[in-house]
T-cell receptor, first 113, second 116 residues
Framework: DQQVKQNSPSLSVQEGRISILNCDYT??????FLWYKKYPAEGPTFLIS?????DKNEDGRFTVFLNKSAKHLSLHIVPSQPGDSAVYFC????????????FGTGTRLQVFP | NAGVMQNPRHLVRRRGQEARLRCSPV?????VYWYRQLPEEGLKFMVY????????ESGMPKERFSAEFPKEGPSILRIQQVVRGDSAAYFC??????????????FGQGTRLTVV
């Protein structure tokens, strides 16, 4: 049972344009959402997060939007850069167990010149 | 990846052998998490440990898998009698305190286990 879903396995975007990565979840008990970036042969690195009490969080070129009613969140990267090319994982943390992350299957972003 | 050290980076084992994966957390971190990533899948939680205690092992297979985080030394994930389906990347993360998996956890570079 995939509680966190990233339905787009890959995304290709031109440099300078906006990248939008989507994530859907099924468990209404999820309280905290995170995005991780992963390069090949490396571990995931934390990118940005959002609490369920907010609907938007921004950090430089990265913005995460949360729509609780739709159980949907998205990561916007603008402007996209070639160095952003990586696999992006959405993750969620249950309110009752903040020590466990539930990951999506990832979206591979490729930013081309 | 902020100092979480995993070794070896790559491990090849024949079916039936034992695999030992090591994780040294960030200095000062007392909480360790193990995740497994199968090919083309996301990371799946396996186990959460504090020093000398297993806090949550709900993601660990019931057989052949064990984990420890001794008072001294690295955390060890042990897989006995490995099978081909154990081939995956195993990631360790550490955090300074409980409840900080949300923002303060750092992942290591992973150990890629291949069972032949």
């Amino acid at each position: 049972d995939q509680q966190v879903k990233q339905n787009s396995p890959s995304l290709s975007v031109q440099e300078g344009r906006i990248s939008i990565l989507n994530c859907d979840y099924t468990n209404s008990m999820f309280d905290y959402f995170l995005w991780y970036k992963k390069y090949p042969a490396e571990g995931p690195t934390f990118l940005i997060s959002i609490s369920s009490i907010k609907d938007k969080n921004e950090d430089g070129r990265f913005t995460v939007f949360l729509n609780k009613s739709a159980k949907h969140l998205s990561l916007h990267i603008v402007p996209s850069q070639p160095g952003d090319s990586a696999v992006y994982f959405c993750a969620a943390s249950p309110r009752y167990n903040t020590d466990k992350l539930i990951f999506g299957t990832g979206t591979r972003l490729q930013v081309f010149p | 990846n902020a100092g979480v050290m995993q070794n070896p980076r790559h491990l090849v084992r024949r079916r039936g052998q034992e695999a030992r994966l090591r994780c040294s957390p960030v200095k000062g971190h007392s909480h360790v998490y193990w995740y497994r990533q199968l090919p083309e899948e996301g990371l799946k939680f396996m186990v959460y440990l504090q020093k000398e205690n297993i806090i949550d092992e709900s993601g660990m297979p019931k057989e052949r898998f064990s984990a420890e985080f001794p008072k001294e030394g690295p955390s060890i994930l042990r897989i006995q009698q490995v099978v081909r389906g154990d081939s995956a990347a195993y990631f360790c993360a550490s955090s300074p305190m409980t409840g900080d998996m949300n923002t303060e956890a750092f992942f290591g570079q992973g150990t890629r286990l291949t069972v032949v």
